[in-house]
């Protein structure tokens, strides 16, 4: 059975006292949490250590690292290996966010990489794909976010890619307010399930959990969830007010 997965990414924002409060703030709050259900953090490096104690024998929740190296260790400075993120408990690495790509040249071979060497260290990716505005303009978002897969995961045996957690994140919709229809987000899951199921067969596309992201907010999450192969959300702005976020996790199916 695929994981519903609530995860937030703080991106480059608040202090750590900020974050300390949003997350006390969000996990005071009662939830119930199914056995498939999870609920994620994405917070900045300065933070992981200080999120990852709050969070220490919740179950179902993680702290995640938004970003990590593709190299074990060794002289790259200003970089972070995931032996260090493994060292302070965290099991979760966010790969190949739109900003990561746009901003930090991240192609689909460093992106490979980095998959393979969060595999090897036992750490779940959360690989990112989607399509910039003109690509879907032209019509062609389906070949250009299956490329993407197939580039940065195709090289992995089905049960490596089992460990994967895909998040569709259609450029033109993060951060803008713009947000895909739920009909345009289930008709890309379903597209990039299949993708999967040619690869791999169809229990493994099953069993792989899609979190669409794009201006998921309170007013919009359970509609957008309760779409058939919409596993739940990769959430940003909403994710920084408790609040909207309690309410996106409490819309997980
Ligand atoms: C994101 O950061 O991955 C994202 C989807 O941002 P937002 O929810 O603000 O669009």
Redesign the pocket.
Known sequence: MRKQIAAA?W?MNLTIKQGEALLDAIIAQPHSLGADQQVVFAVPFPYLAMAQQKVEGKNNVFIAAQNCYSKKSGAYTGETSVEMLQSIGISVVVLG???RREYFNESNQLLADKVNICLEYNITPIF?CGEPLDIREAGTQNEFVAKQLEESLFHLSAEQLQKVVI?Y?PIW????GKTATSAQAQEMHAHLRAVLAKQYGEEVAANTSILY????KAGNAKEIFSQPDVDG???????LIADEFVTIINSLK
Request: charged share 15%; with cysteine.
């Open positions: 990414n991106k966010h739109s900003e990112c998040a994140e919709a993060i951060g803008t992201g794009g201006s998921v959300g990769l959430v940003g702005g909403a994710s």
